[in-house]
């Protein structure tokens, strides 16, 4: 535990100092030490550098949906029209890497995983932009989704991805009756979301809120 955290205090200090506010975010993101699948070439177990650099991204990642969100464009599947579903999640903005303003204040191992606590201090900007999604016309949903853990690391963002859609989902069904051919919107990541590892299978739920900007019905087909 000593060296990964080591490791991590050394990283971050290069970072140059932020200002406390007093509404900053936090997310708790986790790295496998002995992952299942190996995918990249490198050391075994992951090194010290290696997961703090791995969580310090996750958590830019998790941030950036936070404060920014997505656009998405997600079509349901509908078996009677032979239509497969399909969803994409594209980033409206990002958290630059290195960021003065993003921290990780604790570290620890705990059976084999590295976990941080990170913050996040929002600017004026970025906190009216978060602000603006309490609006009562955002619905606010949980999804949960999941990935085979035989993907590689890259499965947990899969999982991720399926959580977000799902939640999607979930939403438009408590809105419409009948589902719709197409739906474009926004979603913004409310709440620091929970993956573990489960029978083979990355698993996480999301809970978001979300904007549609567009809804096309199956009638002008």
């Known amino acids: 535990m000593r060296a990964y955290s080591t490791c991590l205090l050394l990283l971050l200090a290069a970072l140059p100092a932020w200002a406390q506010t007093d509404n900053p975010l936090f997310v708790r993101p986790w790295v496998d030490l002995e992952p299942v699948v190996r995918i990249e070439p490198g050391e075994y177990p992951i090194t010290a550098e290696k997961a703090a650099r791995a969580a310090l991204e996750e958590a830019r990642v998790l941030f950036s949906g936070m404060v920014y969100g997505w656009t998405f464009d997600y079509t349901p599947a509908n078996s009677t029209r032979s239509v497969a579903e399909s969803f994409t999640l594209i980033p409206i903005a990002q958290i630059p890497w290195g960021s003065p303003r993003l921290r990780?204040?604790?570290?620890?191992?705990?059976?084999?995983?590295?976990?941080?606590?990170a913050s996040y201090s929002m600017d004026d900007s970025e906190t009216a932009r978060r602000s603006s999604w309490e609006s009562g016309t955002a619905l606010l949903s949980e999804g949960a989704g999941s990935a085979d853990v035989m993907k590689g690391p890259q499965a947990k963002g899969l999982a991720f991805q399926d959580a977000v859609r799902d939640a999607i989902r979930i939403a438009l069904h408590g809105t419409y009756v009948d589902a719709p051919r197409r739906i474009i919107g926004d979603v913004v990541l409310w709440e620091d979301p929970q993956s573990t590892v489960r029978?083979?299978?990355?698993r996480t739920i999301a809970t978001v809120k979300i904007m549609i900007r567009e809804v096309v019905p199956y009638r002008i087909f």
């Open 199 to 202: 029978s083979g299978m990355y």
């Open 104 to 117: 990780v204040v604790e570290t620890q191992t705990e059976e084999e995983r590295f976990w941080a606590r």
